[in-house]
């Protein structure tokens, strides 16, 4: 079950880590804002003037080429922020980050952040912790680039999604599913295909309905598991049950 709404409790579930009183000091220097389908919140190489903690939606993390050939090489969700290297006095995204899929969020100016997270407190903690944690997903993603097969991968691709969207429908071109993929445009509805024969989903006019969630876990690679059991180790159960 996932949570559903907006309320003093965070919904991000990185917030949710915080001790209850650590959050309420916080909350007054976070702002409630929309994320928009394709908004750039940073570009790469461009200084970082706000990080955003997710409570609903996707972003990605993107490389670009000299040639400005680009490819995903993350995603962060409400399981995580976007503007990590701030917190280590890094004024500048490595990455373009973009918004696949729209959501909500809780923004913060990186100066504060800074400031915050330089302080030796649980914010400072947590944020350290995160940072293991997120090299970990990027590190799994890679190995499970070289080793899985694209329908695992899709699976888990699918899973990472549903987590950290509202309910069990979300918006997925093929086109942006092959980027993710690294496979060709014509081949997502190969890949595709038996997952919705087996009745795992649903893919219609451009959006995904998640239709068996347990079934999904059993096809996707144990990239998705191992990724989200890190995180509970390292960063200890939210306060949200997710
Ligand atoms: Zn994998």
């Known amino acids: 079950v996932k ?8 919904n991000n579930m990185l917030l949710a880590r915080l001790p209850q009183q650590e959050y309420q000091r916080l909350l007054p220097l976070l702002r409630h804002v929309t994320l928009e389908f394709k908004h750039v919140l940073n570009e790469p190489h461009s200084s970082i003037e706000q990080v955003h903690f997710p409570i609903w939606g996707v972003v990605s ?59 030796d407190g649980p914010l400072r903690r947590l944020m350290a912790r995160y940072h293991t944690a997120f090299h970990c997903q990027v590190s799994q993603a890679v190995a499970c680039n070289g080793l899985h097969t694209v329908q695992r991968r899709c699976c888990r691709w699918v899973l990472m999604t549903h987590d950290r969207v509202q309910g069990d429908e979300f918006p997925l ?17 190969e890949v595709l295909k ?12 451009g959006r995904v309905t998640v239709l068996d969630r347990a079934g999904l876990e059993n096809a996707a690679c144990e990239c998705y598991r191992t990724v989200r059991n890190e995180f509970d180790r390292l960063l200890g159960e939210p306060s949200l049950k997710d």
């Open 173 to 189: 071109t093929h086109e942006f599913l092959s980027h993710m993929l690294g496979v060709r445009r014509v081949s997502v509805t």
């Open 61 to 119: 993390a993107v490389t670009v080429m000299q040639d400005g050939d680009s490819i995903e090489v993350a995603t962060i969700g409400n399981e995580g922020m976007v503007g990590l290297p701030a917190l280590f006095g890094d004024e500048e995204s490595p990455n373009r980050m973009v918004v696949q899929v729209d959501g909500e969020a809780m923004r913060m100016d990186a100066s504060v952040f800074r400031a915050e997270a330089s302080k």
């Open 194 to 205: 038996p997952l919705q024969d087996a009745g795992l989903l649903s893919n219609r006019r």
């Open 3 to 10: 949570p559903q709404s907006f309320s003093a409790s965070p």
